[in-house]
């Protein structure tokens, strides 16, 4: 009896072992389908311009001809592709299942913080009306804006401890925490988040992509969240912005499958702080062994989604370099792993923070269509910015 070459062992680990031992500098992620902790650099994947599912692969196969077990390419691409990226293929690979659901955690209290919003709130509202005078001139019907929040601590931020809090509150989101550490940076730089948003996620032949949009504040009251999310699935304004990025991903999923399903209507999904249209997109791969269907590949070919940039893509893309005074760096990217046969997940860098000893810096964004209000805007990257700021022990401070 043959066993085929690209059978994982089952996990040995334990989800919350695994959370426990990572470390700033190794590379944390889970979400529903398990966990994985890579620790060393194997190699640097170095890509020419903003591909790199092909960089990728080369570095795969080296690494497993260099007798490298279970060979991974981890780490985060920034939403300017050609401008960040930082992925690897790590030396050790560890693997759980899903994290079980916990006792929600402690908030951190005692660190006094100081935070500068960048911009400033009124900065960001004029933006808002800006993009909305592109779109009534019809250069855009949708762009995603974000703003960021700068927090420096008295002292330096632990990050495992950070993450554990961020895993915790929400075991069902796709978490993470890689290092980032950039030429130049006075210490390490980690990515850290808990995205709800799945970019791709591909296992054999088959795909599965969530992209969300429209969103609206979870208050935590069980009778005012109920109206909430009645008004969510009615809101024509979200239900159009939802329209246009579930639109985009079936489009660019199906140059790849030879079948795709896309449900109808988008359902409603929830994290601890945000209510979400979301749609669930499935699809067989007519070619699973080429390099452009490999996970990366296809979160590639998809990034950035109408989620995170807009529509038309590239309008929306310029107009964020207009209107964002800040760069985006890693928010708005992607994160996640590709293995060697393909497979692998990666989600939307949002709901994230870049840290750096003691200094924070969290950014949320929100999509612009026809009828958005700027008000309404500022206050939803607001509440976004609640799910780093509640395992922050900040809550409240915005
Ligand atoms: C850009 C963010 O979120 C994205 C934008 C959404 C929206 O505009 O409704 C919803 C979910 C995400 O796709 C963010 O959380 O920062």
Redesign the pocket.
């Known amino acids: 009896m043959s066993i085929p070459a690209l059978v994982r062992p089952r996990p040995v680990h334990r989800a919350s072992d695994l959370l426990a031992a990572y470390l700033p500098g190794s590379f944390y992620f889970s979400s529903p389908r398990g966990t994985l902790l890579a620790d060393g650099v194997h190699s640097r994947v170095r890509a020419a311009g903003a591909s790199h599912a092909r960089a990728a692969a080369e570095a795969l196969d080296a690494a497993a001809a260099a007798g490298v077990p279970d060979p991974v390419v981890a780490g985060a691409v920034g939403f300017r592709p050609e401008a960040e990226s930082g992925l690897v293929v790590p030396s050790v690979v560890r693997r759980a299942g899903a994290p079980a659901v916990v006792r929600a955690p402690e908030a951190e209290s005692g660190t006094s913080w100081t935070l500068t919003p960048r911009p400033e709130p009124a900065h960001y509202a004029d933006s808002v009306r800006r993009a909305l005078e592109l779109i009534g001139r019809g250069e855009l019907s949708k762009v995603?804006l974000?703003r960021s929040l700068e927090l420096a601590a008295e002292s330096p931020v632990w990050v495992p401890a950070l993450l554990a809090r961020l895993v915790r509150a929400d075991p069902a989101a796709y978490a993470f925490a890689a290092d980032v550490t950039a030429p130049g940076d006075p210490a390490p730089r980690t990515l850290v988040g808990a995205s709800?948003?799945l970019l791709v996620s591909r296992r054999g032949a088959t795909v599965l992509a969530n992209?969300?949009?429209?969103?609206a504040r979870r208050s935590g009251d069980e009778a005012q969240d109920r109206e909430t999310v009645a008004r969510l699935r009615d809101s024509a304004k979200?239900l159009g912005?939802h329209a246009h990025?579930a639109g985009q991903v079936a489009e660019v999923l199906g140059r790849f499958c030879t079948d795709l399903e896309v449900p109808a209507q988008p359902e409603v999904i929830g994290t601890p702080t945000m209510w979400?249209?979301s749609t669930r997109i499935t699809g067989r791969l007519a070619d699973p062994a080429a390099p452009a269907c490999s996970a990366l590949g296809l979160a590639e070919a998809l990034h950035p989604t109408p989620?995170?940039g807009g529509v038309p893509g590239p309008a929306a893309v310029g107009a964020i370099a207009d209107l964002e005074p800040e760069d985006r760096g890693y928010?708005?990217g992607m994160v996640g792993w590709t293995g060697l046969d393909g497979d692998g997940e990666w989600a939307?860098t949002?709901?994230s923070a870049e840290v750096c000893e003691r200094t924070v810096r969290l950014?949320?964004?929100?999509?612009i269509v026809a009828g958005s209000e700027p008000a309404a805007e500022l206050a939803?990257?607001g509440a976004?910015f609640r799910t780093l700021l509640r395992a922050l022990g900040l809550e409240g401070a915005v």
């Not at 950014?363 to 999509?367: E, V």
């Open positions: 995603v974000a709800p948003e992209p969300l949009a429209g969103s979200d912005e990025t979400h249209l989620a995170v928010f708005a939307v949002i709901r950014s949320a964004g929100a999509g939803e990257t976004k």
